[in-house]
């Protein structure tokens, strides 16, 4: 995807004074796309930034219970705060 949108890029461009830029993304740390990343791109560069996992198994459980809500009329607390750490030990 990442060099299809680098393709776009140069074809809106066609004079040639298209230069290519950074892409940067945010990932979870252990997401699996990072070997296929770093089998693509040669020149990759990961910079790993760490937050106190308090705040955002937190952050990402009330994230997920605001969407569980968009389409539930009730939505139990705990078992998105149960799933969302069990998802959190998995990775």
């Known amino acids: 995807m990442l060099q299809f949108l680098q393709?776009?890029?140069?074809?809106?461009?066609?004079?040639?004074?298209?230069s290519p830029q950074r892409w940067v993304l945010s990932l979870r740390r252990t997401s699996a796309i990072w070997t296929c990343l770093r089998a693509q791109f040669a020149d990759l560069h990961i910079v790993h930034m760490h937050r106190d996992p308090r705040t955002t198994i937190a952050s990402g459980a009330s994230l997920n219970a605001t969407l569980h809500a968009m389409h539930a009329d009730t939505v139990d607390l705990n078992r998105?705060?149960?799933q969302w750490l069990q998802r959190m030990v998995d990775e």
């Open 7 to 18: 393709w776009q890029k140069r074809q809106r461009n066609p004079e040639g004074t298209w």
């Open 80 to 82: 998105v705060a149960r």
